[in-house]
């Protein structure tokens, strides 16, 4: 089965050789599924996935717009055909104007040109599942990102209320974020002044002292930082780190003014 012949379109029409002659047209492109009337037509649409329904518009019961105003309320993206006599050319063009029908062939019709109006139509449908899909894709990633967004300003409103310095630093060892306390301690007016720098430029912290820290053996120490006053402040700072690597790797520390 190729892949073009996965997607599976409807024949409706009472008049058996009718049928027979739209499945000879089509089954070596689509899969046909046929029936005879409307009520099973529609039986058949709420069971299977259909992208294209060819209807005739004279039928016992219910007519052809009949049956593509349903078709329309049921499967939205569905592509419509509607086969007429000359007799039911202006309810086809009625049919037409009010969005129930995408195209319309009065019998007898060009086979060639229903086959190329069918294919256009697969191309029509591929792109409104694709486009549903994307707006679908999209809310999802709203929702997502709306709450990640939701958590990063919890954590921002918990760190910003800590009463001591917090400093978060990312996998180069660089800060990353500072909170207010922080930057006040640090008498730094903006955290962009201090984005990016490598922390060990800053705060005076020696490869023993993160050892201790890595292996539990420290909880606060002293140690010095230079602040942007240019002046030299001793703090009480604690450290914690990340051995998801295998590698104790800094991730940020808590300090307080002495």
Same mark, same amino acid.
């Given at each position: 089965m190729t892949v073009q012949n996965q997607y599976k379109i409807l024949c409706v029409d009472d008049e058996k050789d009718i049928l027979d002659t739209l499945y000879d047209t089509f089954i070596d492109t689509y899969q046909v599924k046929i029936a005879l009337n409307g009520e099973d037509a529609l039986k058949i649409l709420a069971e299977?996935?259909?992208?294209?329904?060819?209807?005739?518009?004279?039928?016992?019961?219910?007519?052809?717009?009949?049956?593509?105003?349903?078709?329309?309320?049921?499967?939205? =993206?569905? !592509?419509?055909?509607?086969?007429?006599?000359?007799?039911? %050319?202006? +309810? @086809?063009?009625?049919?037409?104007?009010?969005?129930?029908?995408?195209?319309?062939?009065?019998?007898?019709?060009?086979?060639?040109?229903?086959?190329?109006?069918?294919?256009?139509?697969?191309?029509?449908?591929?792109a409104d599942v694709f486009l549903e899909k994307m707006c679908k894709d999209g809310e999802i990633i709203k929702k997502n990102?709306?709450?990640?967004?939701?958590?990063?300003?919890?954590?921002?409103?918990?760190?910003?209320?800590?009463?001591?310095?917090?400093?978060?630093?990312?996998?180069?060892?660089?800060?990353?974020?500072?909170?207010?306390?922080?930057?006040?301690?640090?008498?730094?007016?903006?955290?962009? =002044?201090? !984005?990016?720098?490598?922390?060990?430029?800053?705060?005076? %912290?020696? +490869? @023993?002292?993160?050892?201790k820290y890595s292996k539990g053996e420290l909880v606060f120490n002293k140690i010095t930082v230079t602040g942007f006053d240019h002046l030299v402040k001793s703090l009480n700072l604690s450290m914690t780190f990340n051995n998801e690597s295998g590698d104790f790797l800094p991730v940020g520390f808590i300090f307080k003014a002495i």
């Open positions: 299977e996935d259909i992208f294209a329904v060819i209807s005739d518009q004279r039928m016992p019961g219910m007519t052809g717009t009949e049956l593509m105003a349903k078709v329309h309320q049921i499967k939205p =993206k569905c !592509k419509k055909i509607l086969l007429t006599g000359y007799a039911d %050319i202006n +309810a @086809s063009i009625d049919a037409i104007n009010i969005g129930r029908v995408d195209r319309y062939f009065s019998k007898p019709w060009d086979n060639e040109k229903i086959i190329m109006t069918v294919n256009s139509f697969l191309s029509l449908y591929k990102f709306d709450n990640a967004n939701y958590f990063h300003n919890l954590l921002v409103s918990f760190i910003e209320s800590y009463p001591s310095g917090v400093c978060i630093v990312n996998e180069k060892g660089q800060i990353e974020y500072l909170n207010n306390k922080g930057l006040e301690i640090l008498s730094c007016s903006d955290l962009e =002044k201090i !984005k990016g720098q490598p922390y060990k430029e800053r705060f005076k %912290i020696d +490869a @023993s002292l993160e050892e």
